[in-house]
């Protein structure tokens, strides 16, 4: 089965980048998504198809897909961007699964 | 206003049977696909199973095939899932998630999702 691998945590200053990577075999080849989610809330979807923002994400969000790695790129971090972000992508090939990372804490410092 | 709403979630015993809802408005739900997700106390998440706008096409995670059905009735614009033998490690935040209407599969509304406890 397809395997997408996150770090547990990643730590930023108000006002910095974060990146958040995801890696997976030739995940270059197949369309990315991110969701952030707040302690007792539900998912929200920032990225879609790579590098996509719905309509109200702010465009410090924004993504990219290459290779082996997928990245979630948030710009001048802000404090209420804390939480957890997930990847996901959808795997034709092991009998039609949509597979998620294990999921990144992001802590604003 | 596009929303989901899940219902149906609570306390059972190892080996029972629960049925989640999920009620949607404010979109044609009958033209879109959709998936269960799970989250279990303090982890990630975990895709559950995904049905087709029509029903006709139906996939579930191994981890619940054969004990989980999904359903849906476009008529009364809800979706189910039918959970039988359940296990303690069915504990979980359960999320409803419309698919994006193009096929990479994203998921791009959640419900607020509802709690299944599995414990005697």
């Known amino acids: 089965s397809y395997v997408l691998t996150q770090p547990p945590s990643v730590s930023v200053a108000p006002g910095q980048t974060a990146r958040i990577t995801c890696g997976g075999n030739?995940?270059?080849?197949?369309?990315v998504h991110w969701y952030q989610q707040k302690p007792g809330q539900a998912p929200v979807l920032v990225v879609y198809?790579?590098?996509d923002r719905p309509s109200g994400i702010p465009e410090r969000f924004s993504g990219s897909n290459s290779g082996n790695t997928a990245t979630l790129t948030i710009s001048r971090v802000e404090a209420g961007d804390e939480a957890d972000y997930y990847c996901q992508v959808w795997d034709s090939s092991s009998d039609h699964s949509w597979v998620f990372g294990g999921g990144t804490k992001l802590t604003v410092l | 206003e596009v929303q989901l709403v899940e219902s149906g979630g609570g306390l059972v015993q190892p080996g029972g049977s629960l049925r989640l809802s999920c009620a949607a408005s404010g979109f044609t739900f009958s033209s879109y696909e959709m998936n269960w997700v799970r989250q279990a106390p303090g982890k990630g998440l975990e895709w559950v199973s995904y049905i087709s706008s029509s029903g006709s096409t139906i996939y579930y995670a191994d981890s619940v095939k054969g004990r989980f059905t999904i359903s849906r009735d476009n008529a009364k614009n809800s979706l189910y899932l039918q959970m039988n033998s359940l296990r303690a490690e069915d504990t979980a935040v359960y999320y409803c998630?419309?698919?994006?209407?193009?096929?990479?599969?994203?998921?791009?509304?959640w419900g607020q999702g509802t709690t299944v406890t599995v414990s005697s």
């Open positions: 998630a419309r698919t994006l209407p193009w096929r990479t599969y994203g998921m791009d509304v």
């Open positions: 030739n995940i270059g080849s197949k369309s």
């Open positions: 198809d790579d590098s």
